[in-house]
């Protein structure tokens, strides 16, 4: 592995720690949520909304565990810090700030704006 990655696995371990760790609190509050029983209509009101603010938030907990589990293998296999769509270098400020992130600015940009597939959330 390339000497300047090692500082990013350390981070990206973290992050994953970090992340399965919300991602179980996330269940449970779920669980909670569902077991509750409410006769009350503005209480369910209230409940599912609740329950859709804990689903997205564990969606969105875990697409970027994806992510984070994804940079620690390209890391493994050498390929870390390669855009996964154009295989250019993705800069390094980019990857300070995101080191879990698959793509360059400019790939990045296109999956956002539908241009290109995600290749990572569509696997
Ligand atoms: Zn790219």
Redesign the pocket.
């Known amino acids: 592995m390339p000497s300047q990655f090692r500082r990013y696995e350390e981070r990206l371990r973290h992050q994953q720690q970090q992340l399965e760790r919300s991602l179980l609190t996330a269940v449970e509050q779920g669980r909670q949520t569902v077991a509750e029983d409410t006769p009350d209509v503005a209480d369910q009101a209230v409940l599912s909304y609740q329950k859709e603010m804990i689903f997205s938030q564990g969606t969105e907990g875990h697409n970027q565990l994806s992510l984070v589990r994804l940079a620690l293998e390209r890391l493994g296999e050498g390929s870390f810090g390669e855009?996964?769509?154009?295989?250019?270098a993705?800069g390094e400020k980019r990857l300070e700030a995101l080191p879990w992130t698959p793509?360059?600015i400019?790939?990045?940009e296109k999956v956002e704006s539908g241009e290109i597939d995600d290749m990572v959330r569509a696997a």
């Open positions: 855009c996964l769509h154009c295989g250019q993705i793509y360059c400019e790939c990045q």
